[in-house]
């Protein structure tokens, strides 16, 4: 890639060896173009510096890998040590985040128990994509709908165990859940009437405690 600069000296020469001195380089690795000659003028008189332009190579910047390209090479790394193969199919959301659906044959050992192995890759993804960058993009990893299909299930049993709740007047405790799944217990039974939740515990162990309003447990 050409670059150039324009420099004015008393003379071409001068002029030159200025550009010269500024970019570091040698008379043999620029080429120079003179844009105005030197004057002299009559004693000094409309006397005008000499202009030139030198212009030089630099090497071509490579582009800026993008945060979806750069999940997309280490997904394809993790995935081949994994022994799975999966088709990734990459979409990159108006705010910028980056959702990745993978799709084929083995893609229960991906998911995991409960998502266990697919929340680890995620993490990891956004971790390796992350890593240095100013600005932070969020990705999120899915399998075969994986995580519709869990929310949807998690919405079901939140109904239950609050209707369980209201009927034998007591709290309900659910298994233990990551952040993810917590959050979504609590944003389904946020207007359910006559019960409240809370998390207690600690991780990993950290649960959703399901309560009749009267009985509501303090949260932690």
């Known amino acids: 890639m050409q670059k150039s600069i324009e420099v004015t000296g008393r003379t071409e020469e001068e002029a030159i060896a200025s550009?010269?001195?500024?970019?570091?380089?040698?008379?043999?690795?620029?080429?120079?173009?003179?844009?105005?000659r030197a004057k002299s003028g009559f004693l000094r008189i409309g006397a005008s510096p000499a202009v030139i332009?030198?212009?030089y190579e630099v090497p071509d910047e490579p582009a800026e890998e993008s945060a979806a390209d750069k999940a997309k090479k280490f997904?394809?790394?993790?995935?081949?040590r994994m022994g799975a193969e999966a088709k990734m199919d990459i979409s990159?959301?108006?705010?910028?985040?980056v959702y990745i659906e993978l799709s084929g044959e083995g893609m229960g050992a991906i998911?995991?128990?409960?998502?266990?192995?697919?929340?680890?890759?995620?993490?990891?993804t956004n971790y390796v994509v992350n890593r240095g960058a100013e600005n932070r993009t969020h990705?999120?990893?899915?399998?075969?709908?994986?995580?519709?299909?869990?929310e949807e299930s998690l919405v079901r049993l939140a109904e239950k165990m609050?209707?369980?709740?209201?009927?034998?007047?007591?709290?309900?405790?659910?298994?233990?859940?990551?952040?993810?799944?917590?959050?979504?217990?609590?944003?389904?039974?946020?207007?359910?009437?006559g019960?409240?939740?809370c998390s207690t515990g600690v991780e990993p162990n950290r649960r959703v405690v399901i309560s009749c309003e009267k009985n509501k447990p303090q949260s932690k």
């Open 162 to 193: 609050a209707e369980k709740a209201l009927k034998y007047h007591r709290s309900m405790a659910l298994e233990p859940m990551n952040s993810y799944e917590r959050h979504v217990i609590h944003t389904a039974l946020q207007n359910y009437e």
């Open 53 to 55: 332009r030198v212009i």
């Open 139 to 150: 990705i999120s990893i899915d399998a075969e709908n994986y995580r519709a299909k869990r």
């Open 19 to 36: 550009a010269l001195r500024q970019l570091n380089l040698q008379r043999d690795e620029v080429s120079i173009e003179v844009i105005e």
């Open 111 to 124: 998911i995991g128990r409960r998502g266990e192995t697919l929340d680890a890759i995620q993490h990891l």
């Open 75 to 80: 997904l394809e790394g993790l995935l081949s």
């Open 195 to 197: 019960v409240t939740t």
């Open 92 to 97: 990159v959301k108006d705010d910028g985040s």
